[in-house]
């Protein structure tokens, strides 16, 4: 049987502070479970705990949503990874940096995004902006805007970066 030091248990939580810094958004304890266990960093067991002692200690914030536990980072979190980034070795750093972006792929093909828009009489146009998961709509917002320009630059930047605005806009809206 293994057993860790105090500063091999401290990296293995920035370990996991480092992939959903990564992550830029949420990940489910699935996924996260998942890389763990394939690249053998610890075991099930050890994870669970870690991630519930920095749910405690407010560097990890977690909700329910479908039936999956999503963890992200708090800003708690985020300045004591910046503190200690140092002690995480860069193989690992490109290991979590390559699987984090292979995952945002992957969400990103089951996701559908769409921004359109419709001129409704001279300046006047209508923007309908949607985002769907496993055919589950995520969001349906509707903007009347006065300039065919302003609506084409909004229906662009939604297509170009959703996970984003939705967030900053959740962000708002939760205020």
Not at 12 to 41: C, P, V
Not at 109 to 130: C, F, H, S, V
Request: glycine letters at 2%; one cysteine or more; proline letters at 2%.
């Amino acid at each position: 049987m293994f057993v860790d030091t105090p500063e091999q248990l401290a990296e293995k939580k920035l370990l996991l502070l480092y992939i959903l810094d990564q992550a830029e958004g949420s990940l489910t304890n699935s996924l996260i479970t998942q890389f763990i266990l394939e690249n053998d960093i610890m075991n099930y067991f050890m994870l669970q705990q870690f991630l519930s002692e920095l749910k405690e200690a407010d560097f990890v914030s977690e909700e329910e949503k479908s039936h999956s536990q999503l963890f992200s980072i708090t800003n708690k979190g985020k300045n004591t990874l910046n503190y200690f980034i140092n002690r995480i070795p860069k193989n690992q750093k490109k290991e979590i940096h390559t699987y984090v972006r292979i995952q945002k792929e992957k969400q990103q093909a089951k996701m559908e995004i769409r921004g359109d828009y419709l001129k409704l009489e001279e300046n006047k146009y209508a923007i309908r902006l949607t985002m769907a998961e496993n055919n589950m709509s995520i969001i349906d917002l509707k903007l009347n805007v006065l300039q065919e320009e302003q609506a084409k630059n909004i229906c662009s930047n939604w297509k170009r970066n959703p996970k984003a605005l939705y967030s900053e806009l959740m962000k708002l809206l939760s205020l």
